[in-house]
């Protein structure tokens, strides 16, 4: 008999992110902490969407090969918007977009490709799991809050994590790989 899942167990759900940079990565987790206090994720840019992997390890060694062909570049972040369709308010990328979409072209295949919901749009998540009732006064607030900020929003993406899912909504990091063309 199979026993309930533990909070912390690692699930089937994998993902390529980018951490921001201090300063700027905790303004944005203090942004995101007051627009949805219970997220604990930390401030990143998403390389590959979470997906389910038939084989992590294969998939981790084709990001690693990927990546040690990649040249490191330079994101800055924008204005907040709203993807309406998901009712999720993020920070826009300005430079580093189209390095963005095409990393992800050559990271999305082999063991590590997934048939993804949306079209891949490089940002940087405020808040997700909100209701459409909840979206104007959250992207008001994120908008205020954003403007605020003091810091360099230019940061530069030399490396890469592979992060493992939790059923707590958590993520383990797996291993970083470093932009290394």
């Excluded at 309930?4 to 759900?13: A, S, V």
Aim: glycine content about 4%.
């Amino acid at each position: 008999m199979a026993s309930d899942p533990q909070p912390g167990e690692r699930i089937n759900l994998f993902s390529l992110v980018t951490y921001l940079p201090h300063p700027l990565a905790g303004h944005i987790d203090r942004i995101r902490q007051e627009l949805v206090p219970d997220c604990r994720l930390r401030a990143h840019v998403t390389h590959l969407v979470p997906r389910p992997l038939q084989d992590p390890d294969a998939a981790n060694r084709h990001i690693r090969e990927t990546l040690a062909r990649a040249r490191p570049f330079e994101i800055r972040l924008d204005d907040v918007e709203i993807f309406t369709i998901s009712s999720v308010v993020y920070v826009a990328l300005t430079d580093g977009f189209q390095e963005m979409l095409a990393l992800h072209a050559d990271l999305n295949r082999g063991a590590a490709s997934f048939d993804e919901p949306y079209p891949f749009h490089p940002h940087v998540t405020l808040a997700q799991r909100i209701s459409p009732a909840q979206v104007p006064g959250v992207f008001e607030h994120a908008r205020y809050r954003w403007a605020a900020c003091r810091h360099d929003r230019r940061f530069l993406v030399d490396r890469a994590v592979f992060v493992q899912g939790a059923r707590d909504d958590a993520w383990i990091d797996l291993e970083e790989h470093p932009l290394a063309g």
